[in-house]
């Protein structure tokens, strides 16, 4: 610190001149001035020097890891089904409570019968009379034959009494048949669940006319099984490829040949907590966009994952390797390039440029770059420059909050 002393030129009054306290006031300013330059004490040039920067320090978490690949894709049912009807009529009856679970084979619609009674009734009247008929030309084509061996009839009207008694036969068949087709019709306009699962809302209510058959029918209502359920994605063309060197190199079996484990999360979820696994892929790449469909099957115990959702999906990207793990804070970015400041054993930071991988469990992974023993600044690393000595405070490499999806 510099002290300049500005004094205006004044006459002195003799008496000040002898006054015998003149030396001791000039030595009380000199001193003074001293202490008040010791205050500021001055490093080299004169320049005050700057306090120690204090930061946090952390070792890295050194693990077993595994890459995964992420990819994004949409929930959907295993089974989906369309309520149609096969006949034709009037609703009387709706026989489900709207968006709740059904059972295979539970009673949903109900249509008008008596139409389908009244023809089945017709049927089984036909039937009677054809059984009657063919009864008729059995007998007459047995007393064919005994009047033909006595020469009673002629060989034409033998032959013709056979084959009549043939024709009815296949007559009785017709007419079992009919009975069959309209006691399927009569049992049709009971509509009954197919699958287990979910149904929606009744597209149609009571009084209502339904067409059915095989075009242009009525849609009723849609059932969605829920568990298990799967999660379509579109796997990248280089990720495919990938994955079958991988599979030649025997780092990794692919998906096509085996069931390979997947992760999968929703958007308001983190830390993947649904596990399933990849149980199909498709058997060519979409020229259009250059991908390759592929399906993950995920349990739904719960029911609370519904057809349509977003979600997020992981595989294993490689083999396993030994990495370290550091927080996301505590890495700096130059130019494009990442690093840490690590302080040494002489308390110095030291910059260190690192490979870094995809966050797992909050942390993120560092390929190369870092060892287990490194005391990496997750803390002040704005306060620390290269090569300049720093207080360092050791804490644990934990995340300072898991990141929400």
Request: proline share 5%.
């Amino acid at each position: 610190m510099f002290v300049t002393l500005s004094m205006q030129r004044l006459p002195l009054s003799p008496i000040f001149l002898m006054s015998p306290w003149r030396n001791a006031m000039a030595g009380l300013l000199m001193l003074s001035c001293l202490a008040s330059c010791k205050r500021g004490a001055a490093g080299p040039g004169g320049v005050p020097q700057a306090p120690t920067p204090e930061v946090t320090v952390a070792k890295p978490i050194a693990k077993r890891l595994k890459d995964w690949d992420e990819f994004t894709g949409r929930l959907t049912s295993r089974k989906r089904v369309e309520i149609h009807s096969r006949v034709s009529g009037y609703i009387t009856k709706v026989s489900f409570k709207e968006g709740t679970e059904v059972k295979a084979g539970d009673l949903l619609f109900t249509i008008d019968p008596r139409p389908y009674e009244a023809i089945v009734e017709r049927a089984e009247a036909m039937l009677a009379q054809a059984k009657t008929v063919s009864e008729l030309a059995g007998v007459e084509a047995k007393n064919a034959t005994a009047l033909r061996q006595g020469q009673a009839i002629s060989v034409e009207e033998a032959e013709r009494r056979l084959k009549s008694a043939t024709g009815e036969q296949a007559g009785v068949r017709g007419a079992e048949a009919a009975l069959r087709a309209a006691k399927l019709d009569l049992e049709f306009t009971e509509i009954r669940a197919p699958i287990a699962g979910r149904i929606s809302d009744a597209r149609v209510t009571e009084g209502n006319l339904v067409s059915g058959g095989n075009q242009n029918t009525t849609l009723l209502t849609t059932v969605v099984e829920l568990d298990p359920i799967y999660c379509e994605i579109e796997a990248d063309e280089r990720s495919v490829l990938k994955y079958r060197e991988m599979h030649k190199s025997g780092e990794r079996v692919s998906a096509m040949f085996e069931r390979i484990p997947a992760e999968m999360e929703l958007i308001n979820e983190g830390t993947w907590p649904h596990h399933g696994e990849v149980d199909f892929v498709d058997n060519q790449i979409n020229p259009a966009t250059g991908t390759i469909r592929a399906r993950a099957v995920f349990p739904n115990a719960d029911r609370l994952m519904a057809p349509g959702f977003f979600a997020k999906v992981r595989i294993p990207g490689g083999g396993e390797y030994d990495g370290v793990l550091i927080r996301d804070s505590a890495v700096g970015d130059d130019q494009g390039s990442s690093f840490v400041w690590v302080i040494d054993a002489e308390d110095k930071a030291v910059y260190r440029p690192v490979t870094l991988g995809p966050l797992l469990e909050g942390l993120r992974v560092v390929r190369n770059g870092l060892k287990a023993e490194d005391h990496v600044v997750v803390l002040g690393l704005m306060s620390v420059r290269n090569g300049a000595k720093v207080k360092a405070t050791l804490t644990e490499m934990q995340p300072t909050a898991v990141p929400t999806k």
